[in-house]
């Protein structure tokens, strides 16, 4: 019996193997020849891929025989697409041949559809943000990055991608965080915590617009944003940046809080390998700002590590993992907006905050069949904070979340026609904290389905639905259907049109129920029956490849609306007092359009890349414009290759004026000049250059707001003013 049980398993994985093959292959820039390092080749819609090495090869093991599709993408590069056959059991060879592009659109995606894809083939505006725009603008936190995203708003630590999301101290995002498709929102507040994230070791940057919680769930009201890290090399490779500035003396004497021009600095290094079946990449960094505010430094570090491992033929496991700690003062609003710099006169200027975050993810594919693949997921998100104020104070405030996320999916390959995906989700947010009265749990239990389904070579249509039972304290449970429909039409080789339409909720926080204590002037009371924020988006939209003066330009446009109901906003209870609770009180629509285009003129000397979002929000119980939005949001990048080596960047971005925010919080006094707002204008400008030594090292200078413009992004909180840096960049192969 044990014999035979050996043959059959034997007969098995013989047939388990036959059903694979091995892709080799290499890449080189199509002017010089030159081997092209670090260029991701990926498999449409399967999770295998690879990173050239130095000499520009690759190597992909577990693939399913048959007819691929590989998606190449570098940064610098045009992406580009292959199609060959892999034979059963043998290696398939293919020589890859990039051409050369400054300003890059990549052609791979994950976030939109959970799998690998072409960004052709997506029925949902998405905007990506490469390794290189980060690196080149010497960012060092998340939110930093996605201010030059069109159709993104960053109001303090409030993310809003097409005016989903107004101002709420940070409370209850309405955009979805994914850390290497690990959820990143905190279990408490429901928030982003932007220093969290290891922005030097960032591949891409995945930005999906409009209801994503057909496949994402709770938060996904606005869109996902999702953080892809870089895979390990596959030779040894050392990387260090170090970055030195200061903040330059604001022109009133008022503001002046120092004499000497407050210093900022930066320093990170990581270093990957591939030793046998393993890749390990590990990162760390350190980040010291003395603000250009008083009573507004900061000091923080982290830890970033990435595995993969090969566990047998057609499985493989990886990890990751990350910790992050910032010690800042604990700023709030101005003392006024004679004082913009400084704070109210009755702060506690040794009150500092405490806090951290530990993100633990691992993830076991499986390729089972060339048609059939499952991913297995589990993570653990915790933040935690406390202030210096001793605990039997009145102004203390703690926290310690903890959210726990495990997730099954699986990817069948009907046919060429049909690929079906599907999944279960369970999701635990257990909070502990004195302002939530002690423990507090919330569990969300979901299974979605999304079939593709492409219908000849030009049109694919997309059909998926998400259920989700969210149960809080026992008190506050209910169920909720999040379909979506979406479909491409690939009207011409350069110009696909889409359109989409989906359902989408965020569930109340721990917080926004529960939350009671003394906070800055105001007393926030417990709401404990707050119903889930629903909404639907839909969007019509075209990507065009067009050629003017002889160079190749990206065309991409959409018209969009969004309807949203049981908004949660802070209430004051009565109007002549300090009293908030969050309430379900407001209903919206948001319609209006987006255009972006990129390219280069003067033979690829200048290069312009420039988004336009132009919006009407509507709040339809006031019947007035909907509060902390912009009506138009403006990104336009500028650059001119000076010489080989040396290239001039600027940015420039506008933001409409503020129509209205919420009066009540001025009217009371708790915010003295908190009305004061204008439009938003902020001119970046930066000289790179690649110095000619052994060892690559990249300079580059950065004047952020170089007009040292004065504005505000939220209620008595002054933006940041000028600041100077020089950058350095290593790279050891």
Not at 108 to 120: D, I
Not at 257 to 271: C, E, I, K, Q, V
Not at 312 to 331: E, G, T
Not at 355 to 369: A, D, I, M, P, Y
Request: hydrophobic share 40%.
């Amino acid at each position: 019996m044990v014999l035979h049980c050996i043959v059959l398993t034997a007969a098995i994985v013989c047939i388990s193997y036959a059903q694979f093959g091995v892709i080799v292959g290499s890449v080189t820039d199509g002017q010089s020849g030159e081997p092209v390092i670090g260029a991701s080749i990926r498999l449409s819609g399967l999770p295998q891929g690879a990173v050239t090495r130095r000499d520009g090869s690759f190597h992909i093991s577990r693939v399913p025989s048959g007819t691929v599709r590989l998606l190449v993408s570098a940064v610098g590069y045009h992406p580009a697409e292959y199609t060959l056959i892999v034979p059963s059991g043998d290696t398939a060879r293919i020589r890859i041949v990039l051409q050369s592009q400054a300003i890059t659109s990549a052609a791979v995606v994950v976030s939109a559809a959970r799998r690998v894809q072409s960004v052709q083939e997506v029925s949902t505006s998405v905007s990506l943000v490469d390794a290189q725009s980060i690196a080149e603008r010497a960012m060092t936190r998340l939110d930093e990055v996605l201010r030059y995203v069109p159709g993104v708003v960053v109001t303090g630590s409030q993310v809003s991608i097409r005016g989903s999301s107004g101002f709420a101290y940070g409370l209850g995002s309405r955009v979805l965080l994914l850390i290497d498709n690990f959820p990143a929102l905190s279990a408490d507040n429901g928030d982003m915590s932007f220093d969290a994230l290891p922005i030097a070791d960032v591949e891409r940057i995945e930005i999906v617009k409009g209801a994503g919680s057909a496949l994402y769930g709770t938060s996904a009201l606005g869109g996902v944003i999702n953080v892809i890290t870089r895979d390990a090399s596959a030779a040894p490779e050392l990387r260090v940046r170090a970055i030195g500035g200061l903040w330059t003396l604001p022109r009133f004497e008022t503001w002046r809080y120092r004499n000497d021009p407050p210093r900022l600095g930066a320093f990170d290094a990581s270093t990957s390998a591939t030793v046998g079946p393993a890749q390990f990449l590990a990162a760390g960094g350190y980040r010291r700002d003395e603000s250009y505010r008083d009573y507004n430094d900061s000091r923080r570090w982290y830890l970033f590590t990435k595995a993969a491992v090969d566990l047998n033929a057609s499985a493989d496991l990886r990890i990751v993992a990350q910790y992050a700690a910032d010690n800042r003062a604990n700023w709030l609003n101005w003392r006024d907006l004679r004082y913009a710099t400084l704070p109210p006169a009755t702060t506690d200027t040794t009150d500092r905050v405490d806090s951290r975050k530990v993100l633990l993810g691992l993830e076991q594919r499986t390729v089972w069949s060339s048609q059939f693949f499952t991913t297995l997921r589990g993570s653990l998100y915790n933040t935690w904070y406390t202030n210096s104020i001793p605990r039997d104070s009145a102004g203390h405030v703690s926290a310690d979340a903890t959210q726990y996320n495990a997730e099954l999916q699986a990817s069948y390959q009907a046919s060429d026609q049909l690929n079906l995906t599907a999944g279960i989700n369970a999701v635990l947010n257990a909070v502990e904290s004195p302002y939530t009265q002690g423990r507090r749990l919330q569990t969300i239990v979901s299974s979605y389905v999304q079939a593709e389904w492409r219908l000849g070579e030009r049109i694919t249509t997309t059909l998926g639905a998400r259920a989700d039972n969210v149960s809080t304290e026992r008190e506050v449970s209910g169920m909720q259907l999040s379909p979506k429909l979406g479909v491409t039409y690939r009207l011409a080789e350069q110009t696909t049109l889409r359109a989409s339409v989906g359902r989408a909720f965020r569930a109340a926080t721990i917080t926004e129920r529960y939350a009671a204590l003394r906070f800055a002037g105001f007393t926030v009371g417990i709401n404990p029956n707050l119903r889930s924020e629903v909404g639907w988006s839909a969007e019509i939209g075209m990507l065009h490849t067009t050629s003017i003066a002889g160079r190749e330009w990206t065309i991409d446009g959409a018209a969009f609306v969004a309807r949203m109901d049981d908004l949660i906003e802070p209430q004051f209870v009565v109007d002549t007092t300090a009293e908030i609770r969050f309430i379900n009180i407001t209903r919206a629509l948001l319609p209006g359009i987006e255009l972006t285009v990129r390219g280069w003129l003067l033979q690829d000397i200048v290069g312009i890349e420039s988004g336009a979002t132009l919006m009407a929000p509507r709040d339809l119980v006031e019947n007035a414009t909907l509060r902390f939005r912009h009506n138009v949001q403006w990104n336009t990048r500028l650059l001119v290759q000076l010489a080989p080596s040396l290239r001039f960047h600027a940015d420039y971005r506008f933001l409409s004026r503020v129509e209205r925010i919420d009066d009540r919080i001025v009217q009371l006094g708790l915010v003295p000049n908190g009305d004061a707002r204008v439009p938003i204008h902020i001119l970046d400008i930066r000289l790179l250059w690649d110095v000619p030594v052994a060892v690559p090292l990249r300079l580059a200078l950065n004047v952020r707001n170089a007009l040292d413009y004065y504005y505000t992004e939220y209620i008595g909180n002054l933006g940041p003013t000028r600041q100077l840096s020089l950058q350095a960049e290593w790279t050891v192969r």
